[in-house]
């Protein structure tokens, strides 16, 4: 199969200027030279999207995603190496790209499409077509600086997927049209798929890489950091926002401090959590990752300065959009109530645990008998679920299908 996108060890390096010379005698002084600095956006990358394949690209905020985008569709040049593309580009990379404000949506329609080399003619036949997936018939003769980004979206979109492209690149544009129309577009890019062309689709969204790509490629600072297919390049993304840093606030195989006393958390106890940790796998075995339905272990550590009874232990888990799946107490649980005297942990084993996707937190805390808080840790650990099937969501459902026939006067 023949490659209709190669990516030859490109890198792109732009110029970040400190100061401006405003008066003659300043570039008279330093011989007419700005200093500056070199940021490299892209740092040798290289790869092949073969004819027909969706291909996702996933980063951080300042990756390289965009200008990677960018460089394919040639709208930059790379300082250095090569890109080659076969057949014709239609690009939707930001909000209102090629539009120009002071012409009509009418107008635009025919800059844009004439930008991308498709004939008059041909615009003219695909008018109609293009007003109608917009949804914009009405506001067709307005400026288009009086669009909201939603009617830019709608526009440009409808644009790109109506030049008959050969390669479509979408960068993170659908996010601001609604979600009739996302999913309009998204039926699109299917029909697309179907058809055999080739898309580049650059998300924040792991789930519609998920969802739509057959593979991805992820960007770290400008660096090729992994590949594969959707499952593998959203845990190497997810890898690399840890290496970065704690994610959403939950740090993942690490001991975390007790929760300091303040104003707002005014408990004085002689008994503290030291430390939570989860463990995926089973028979001893550790990891930071596990796959959905897995089991899991999760230890508290404690240190009881003083002899401390009748204790129970409330357990909470979130989402990684911080929603809580579950809490509940070990009391309320049937479970008698814990006498403390020592240092020692607590092991919660979870016989499986029915998530897909995502990072998920764990917060802890110690009752007293009187239904008081007397020690906790708010999500300071983590285990990370890694989904390797196309399914999307929060729950993991098991189920079976049967498909059989009735008779026609049933119907």
Request: proline share 4%; aromatic share 8%; glycine share 8%.
């Amino acid at each position: 199969m023949a490659n209709a996108i190669e990516v030859d060890n490109v890198t792109k390096v732009f110029r970040l200027y400190q100061q401006k010379y405003s008066s003659l005698k300043e570039r008279v002084i330093h011989a007419g030279k700005i200093p500056y600095q070199e940021f490299i956006a892209l740092n040798a990358i290289s790869f092949d999207i073969p004819e027909g394949h969706t291909v996702g690209l996933l980063g951080h905020n300042g990756s390289g995603k965009s200008t990677l985008l960018k460089t394919i569709a040639g709208i930059i040049q790379p300082t250095s190496g090569e890109i080659r593309v076969q057949g014709r580009i239609a690009a939707m990379l930001e909000i209102g790209a090629g539009f120009h404000p002071e012409l009509s949506g009418r107008d635009n329609v025919f800059l844009s499409a004439t930008l991308l080399g498709v004939p008059v003619k041909e615009i003219t036949a695909r008018y109609d077509a293009i007003v109608e997936f917009s949804e914009l018939g009405r506001f067709m003769d307005n400026q288009v600086k009086h669009y909201s980004s939603g009617m830019y979206a709608r526009l440009g979109f409808a644009v790109a997927v109506n030049v008959d492209p050969d390669v479509l690149l979408v960068d993170e544009v659908l996010a601001v049209g609604d979600e009739n129309f996302q999913r309009k577009c998204i039926d699109r890019i299917k029909v697309f798929q179907r058809e055999g062309r080739t898309i580049v689709f650059v998300s924040h969204s792991p789930e519609l890489v998920r969802q739509i790509c057959e593979s991805a490629y992820v960007l770290d600072h400008g660096t090729l950091i992994g590949e594969g297919e959707p499952a593998q390049a959203i845990a190497a993304l997810r890898e690399s926002l840890q290496r970065g840093g704690a994610v959403g606030g939950l740090v993942i195989g690490e001991e975390a401090a007790p929760a300091p006393k303040t104003a707002e958390n005014p408990v004085v106890s002689n008994i503290e959590i030291t430390f939570i940790k989860a463990y995926p796998g089973v028979g001893g075995e550790s990891r930071e990752q596990i796959f959905p339905d897995e089991p899991i272990r999760v230890e508290v550590g404690y240190n009881a300065r003083i002899p401390s009874y009748d204790l129970s232990l409330t357990f909470q888990m979130v989402s990684p959009a911080n929603e809580t799946i579950y809490s509940a107490n070990t009391k309320d649980l049937g479970i008698s109530g814990f006498d403390l005297d020592s240092t020692g942990v607590f092991e919660l084993n979870f016989e499986e645990i029915p998530l897909l996707d995502g990072i998920y937190g764990i917060s802890v805390a110690l009752i007293d008998s009187k239904n008081q808080i007397i020690s906790w840790l708010d999500e300071k650990a983590a285990f990370q679920i890694v989904n390797q099937s196309r399914a999307n969501g929060l729950v993991s459902l098991h189920f079976t299908i049967n498909s059989y026939s009735l008779p026609v006067a049933a119907i």
